[in-house]
């Protein structure tokens, strides 16, 4: 049976400043693991925003894992919704290839909690089946994806204050339609971030 982990985390940083900031998180000084971010796919439907992105981390593993991973980096498949109107950004991410091994499938939802601060509710599901190794194995993925979560909590709060060093109280809405454009701009930004960073990678190869 899959372990289940929860935990609800708050941003002090409006919810617009946050739907911004995540097409921003990498690099950071918490995320060395993450070695690039391709855009998949992008479209505006019904006025939210929906993107599929896959990411390749690092697979560090203790040495009783090796037997099991092979594979020095994983790919992970990240799709989200960006909704500007009801001021909710889903995130859904799973990994690709050794799910037998080890499964993981997360799901973070962001919300306003009002000017100012935004809760982010992560739910994750991690699964085994190998034989005789499933429950170690769940129990390592839980305890790794529980360490992972506060490196990604402080890397995005890095992000967060950089982008956003004052935070200066919001008298007027930003309309709708400028709050999408900026989240498109900064997503397209970062898929071509990403890009120029692999094309450097092998040129010095």
Request: hydrophobic share 35%.
């Amino acid at each position: 049976m899959a372990r289940y982990f929860e935990n609800t985390t708050t941003f002090n940083f409006s919810w617009d400043q946050v739907a911004c900031g995540y097409w921003k998180r990498y690099p950071n000084p918490q995320s060395t693991h993450v070695l690039s971010e391709d855009t998949w796919s992008r479209q505006v439907r019904d006025g939210c925003l929906y993107t599929k992105r896959l990411l390749t981390k690092t697979n560090r593993v203790p040495k009783w894992g090796e037997r099991f991973f092979s594979a020095k980096s994983v790919k992970i498949i990240e799709e989200s919704i960006v909704d500007p109107k009801e001021k909710i950004l889903v995130t859904y991410t799973r990994n690709l290839g050794y799910t037998k091994v080890m499964s993981v499938v997360e799901r973070v939802e962001y919300r306003s909690l009002g000017a100012g601060q935004t809760v982010a509710r992560r739910s994750a599901w991690i699964d085994s089946q190998v034989f005789g190794f499933s429950r170690a194995i769940r129990a390592f993925g839980v305890e790794r994806f529980r360490k992972n979560c506060t490196q990604m909590v402080n890397g995005f709060n890095h992000v967060l204050h950089s982008m956003f060093p004052r935070q200066v109280p919001q008298h007027s809405a930003t309309p709708m339609s400028s709050t999408l454009k900026e989240m498109r701009d900064a997503a397209a930004a970062a898929t071509d971030r990403a890009k120029a960073n692999v094309l450097s990678s092998v040129n010095r190869t």
